[in-house]
């Protein structure tokens, strides 16, 4: 039933133009440069330190790492990273 | 970043975490719905960041579900600078003491200007402001209204035609035109004087011109009463009068006649008498009272307890009070309070025309001018109604009746 409720939102962002991270639940993540990283829809916060944030999203984590981080804002489901960021990495569970 | 504007009205503080893995308390936080900003790791086991104002009372639940350590470590933002300001007792009282002040200072006549007259003048308008209490330091609620100082200048002060009184802030601009005395302009070219009136002449007096009517003449309103055509032209229009004293005048000059012709008119007036009369008088006793009065609650300042007065006339004053320059939504009121008598009268027949024949001359002198003289009076009817006393009166007076006319 999951599955088909899965595929079902897949084929509705094909084919309907929807955008996926809405449909999908998954992480949006908008980056300046190297200095800010913004991600919407995460799922929570798992590490953080001056170096990584790691980040749970639905399926797995998304890391980034770099120096000097700041969480310039923390809002549920959306974060804004502040530093130099020097990888962002998905790291998935299974 | 929308979500963080206004911050500093709401305040906001900084918190530090300490415990093993800090940054899970935000995110705890974060799942309460609380907004952080400006998460910072200082250490491995501490963490700040700041907090709205609002949110500590969840903040301190939820530390008691988590073994975190928490410090507030810097508080920031409006509410903590009023509670900061108002423990300095000694600053609070400056401050309302300085309002206070200023709203005093706000309320005193400061200056006095007085513009558009020559300097006698000005200086006699400001002997009778000072009179009425209008000086620099004067305090403005015990002024009149500008139209009453107005009024009051304009009569005190004869040379003054206008004067313009104008409350600005704190100063008092008074604008005065200068009356000039002008001669009054009269008819220049050669005229006619006629009767204005009908009646019977009394007394002539022609300085200028040519009488055409005589003492104890009768003369209808329109009536010639003095030519101005002296000579051969008016001797053919008016052969009796005239010719006596002007006989050798060159034929048809015209000149402005000039005269004081007085005679005796008639007039008929109505008047009722009420025979049962109520008036008030005041006996002179008053009191005066003051209140702040706000919106519709008067709260006395002076003289609070009532004056024992059967009837009492009362009359408010009321000035707001300023601050700067806006008006405060207070008012000082200045009442005063007079002791009214009430007084019935109960007049008979003959009192009552007594009074009626006394208020129709009185009536008709008005109209008349002070220069009129009332003769006497005749009563022509006379009946009793509904209470009153009708008078039907027939007065004589005696007046100019002379009228200018000129000849074209």
Not at chain 2, 50 to 56: G, M, T, V
Request: contains cysteine.
């Amino acid at each position: 039933m999951k599955k088909l409720h899965q595929r079902m939102r897949t084929w509705m962002t094909r084919y309907l133009a929807l955008p996926s991270d809405v449909l999908l639940e998954l992480p949006r993540i908008t980056m300046i440069g190297q200095i800010h990283a913004y991600i919407e829809n995460h799922k929570g916060l798992a590490v953080y330190s001056d170096t990584e944030l790691r980040l749970k999203a639905n399926k797995g984590y998304i890391q980034i790492k770099g120096s000097s981080f700041v969480l310039k804002t923390m809002l549920p489901e959306e974060i804004l990273l502040e530093g130099t960021i020097e990888e962002v990495k998905y790291i998935s569970d299974d | 970043m929308e979500k963080f504007q206004g911050i500093f009205f709401t305040g906001y503080v900084t918190i530090a975490v300490k415990g093993r893995l800090p940054e899970l308390f935000f995110q705890a936080c974060m799942k309460e719905g609380i907004p952080a900003w400006n998460v910072k790791k200082t250490g491995t086991d501490t963490c700040q960041g700041n907090i709205k104002l609002e949110h500590i009372s969840t903040i301190r639940k939820l530390r008691r579900q988590h073994e975190y350590r928490i410090s507030f470590i810097r508080k920031q933002g409006y509410p903590f600078l009023w509670r900061r300001f108002l423990r300095r007792k000694e600053i609070v009282a400056a401050a309302l003491l300085s309002v206070l002040l200023i709203t005093f200072l706000s309320n005193i006549v400061w200056k006095v200007d007085i513009n558009g007259v020559p300097l006698e003048i000005e200086a006699k308008v400001e002997k009778q402001l000072k009179g009425y209490g209008i000086h620099p330091g004067a305090w403005t609620f015990s002024l009149e209204p500008p139209s009453v100082i107005q009024q009051k200048l304009l009569h005190d002060v004869p040379e003054l035609l206008w004067i313009g009184v104008k409350r600005r802030g704190t100063a008092l601009e008074f604008q005065g035109v200068e009356k000039t005395i002008v001669q009054r302009q009269k008819v220049k070219g050669p005229r006619n004087l006629v009767a204005a009136k009908k009646g019977i002449i009394q007394k002539m007096y022609v300085s200028r011109g040519l009488p055409t009517k005589e003492v104890h003449d009768y003369v209808e309103a329109g009536d010639l009463l003095v030519s101005g055509e002296i000579g051969s032209l008016s001797l053919t229009e008016q052969p009796e009068d005239g010719e006596e004293k002007d006989k050798n005048q060159k034929p048809g000059k015209l000149v402005a006649a000039e005269g004081d012709i007085r005679a005796r008119t008639w007039y008929e007036t109505k008047v009722s008498v009420p025979l049962e009369a109520g008036y008030e008088t005041l006996t002179g006793n008053q009191e005066k009272k003051y209140y702040v009065r706000v919106k519709d609650f008067y709260m006395p300042v002076w003289n609070l307890d009532n004056p024992d007065y059967k009837e009492t006339q009362r009359e408010n004053h009321e000035t707001p009070i300023r601050f700067i320059k806006w008006d405060l939504p207070l008012k000082f009121v200045a009442t005063t309070l007079s002791e009214k008598e009430p007084y019935f009268k109960k007049r008979t027949r003959e009192e009552a025309v007594a009074f009626g024949i006394e208020q129709a001359r009185q009536e008709l002198q008005l109209q008349l001018g002070p220069e009129a003289e009332i003769q006497g009076e005749k009563i022509l009817h006379e009946s009793i109604e509904n209470g009153k006393v009708e008078l039907t009166l027939y007065l004589t007076a005696e007046e100019n009746i002379v009228k200018e006319v000129p000849i074209e």
